[in-house]
């Protein structure tokens, strides 16, 4: 759960960073929107790290930081760009996800319903993006995005 928790600060950082830098009032809108959407995501693995008695990354004031500055530096491509950059991010997370409750155990029906709910979400906010003219990024910029994430996900499990 505390990567699902860090995973999720970084999703609302990189809405922060391309709202402050959307090109659209519509655009910015909509990011803000997302990103109070990860907020409960947030609050959701917040609350289930404290149930199961784990404490979220030490990381992750870099992985907010990192995030911000990778979703301006998205959102100075353009707004198509930017919301191309969404879609492949949840993209993404939907298969992360879809890992993590592979791996949960059978009794975890709490784990689970967080996190299927959360993917949920993720999918609509992928959805959206794509649905209001985002262009997906090319294939290098893809794969380093989960060369990105796999580096996150591994460190935050244990630290």
Same mark, same amino acid.
Do not use: D, F, S
């Given at each position: 759960?505390?990567?699902?928790?860090?995973?999720?600060?970084?999703?609302?950082?990189l809405y922060h960073g391309q709202a402050l830098v959307a090109h659209s009032e519509t655009t910015r809108a909509m990011l803000l929107a997302a990103a109070r959407s990860e907020s409960d995501h947030l609050a959701w693995c917040e609350a289930r790290l404290r149930e199961l008695g784990a404490q979220p990354s030490l990381l992750n004031p870099l992985w907010y930081a990192g995030s911000f500055l990778i979703g301006a530096g998205a959102a100075l491509l353009g707004d198509r760009a930017s919301l191309g950059f969404v879609a492949e991010t949840e993209r993404q997370v939907e298969g992360h996800l879809d890992e993590h409750l592979d791996r949960l155990p059978a009794g975890d029906a709490r784990s689970r319903a967080i996190l299927e709910a959360m993917? $949920?979400?993720?999918? &609509?906010? !992928? $959805?959206?993006?794509? &649905?209001? !003219?985002?262009?997906r990024p090319p294939a290098p910029v893809c794969a380093l995005m989960r060369r990105t994430a796999r580096i996150m996900t591994g460190s935050?499990?244990?630290i």
């Open positions: 759960m505390r990567v699902n928790h860090a995973g999720e600060l970084a999703a609302q950082a993917r $949920a979400e993720e999918i &609509a906010h !992928g $959805a959206a993006a794509a &649905a209001a !003219g985002g262009v935050a499990y244990w």
